[in-house]
């Protein structure tokens, strides 16, 4: 997707699209949620196009936001009444895990897991 703000909406709308499509109703929420803040990072940050994936291993889902900066999203001690810089403490609480791989010729691939149970 191209690195622009019209592209979050569009992150938000696969998501949901395919996890209704796959009747997994409980996470459209959640995972809309993350790859709403991930795929914010990745315009906001990167300033460059960035990849949305969704898959399933075991009984999880796996959400993934690849862009091409290189720098790692940042978990910051934010207080109550800040403004921006909670994305990543969002992704933190909302998702069962989440991490970034690097991705080899530059960039990276934020990803964030969330139980089908």
């Known amino acids: 997707m191209p690195g622009?703000?019209?592209?979050v909406l569009r992150a938000r709308r696969f998501v949901c699209a395919h996890l209704v499509e796959h009747r997994m109703f409980?996470?459209?929420d959640d995972v809309r949620?993350?790859?709403s803040e991930l795929a914010s990072n990745a315009v906001r940050h990167a300033h460059s196009p960035f990849t949305v994936s969704l898959g399933q291993a075991d009984r999880a889902v796996l959400l993934s936001v690849q862009d091409g900066s290189p720098d790692p999203p940042v978990l910051l001690a934010t207080?109550?009444?800040d403004t921006a810089g909670r994305?990543?403490?969002?992704v933190d609480l909302v998702s069962d895990d989440w991490g970034v791989t690097q991705v080899p010729g530059?960039?990276?691939s934020v990803w964030a897991s969330f139980s089908t149970r």
């Open 106 to 108: 530059g960039g990276k």
């Open 79 to 81: 207080d109550c009444l």
């Open 4 to 7: 622009e703000a019209s592209s």
């Open 87 to 90: 994305g990543v403490r969002i």
């Open 26 to 28: 409980h996470l459209v």
């Open 33 to 35: 949620l993350v790859v």
